[in-house]
Nanobody
């Protein structure tokens, strides 16, 4: 059974930092491209950052310079370090694992940034 479990969300003041984690099980983690997405209230889901199986990263312009994605293949986990958080970063953040035809999602973790 494939599981992606996010953690690390919460309530933080503007300017603060959070580190989101996504622990996976049931997949050969090292072959998956991993991503973080978010959905803000009333908005569509959007890409935050992705890291390929080879370690290449891509970060959305909206968080560029404030967010870093990383992975630990030994632990089967992916991380999103976010700094200088803004109220517009408030959203549910989802972990995604993608390889060939396989596409898995976590349940999400809420991030709320107060002004």
């Amino acid at each position: 059974q494939v599981q992606l479990v996010e953690s690390g969300g919460g309530l933080v003041q503007a300017g603060g930092s959070l580190r989101l984690s996504c622990a996976t099980s049931g997949i050969i983690f090292s072959i998956y491209d991993m991503g973080w997405y978010r959905r803000a209230p009333g908005k569509q889901r959007e890409l935050v950052a992705i890291i390929s199986s080879g370690g290449t990263t891509q970060v959305a312009d909206s968080v560029k310079g404030r967010s870093t994605i990383s992975r630990d293949n030994a632990k089967g986990s992916v991380y999103l370090q976010m700094t200088s958080l803004k109220p517009e970063d408030t959203a549910v953040y989802y972990c995604n694992a993608r390889a060939r035809v396989f596409d898995y999602w976590g349940q999400g973790t809420q991030v709320t940034v107060s002004s």
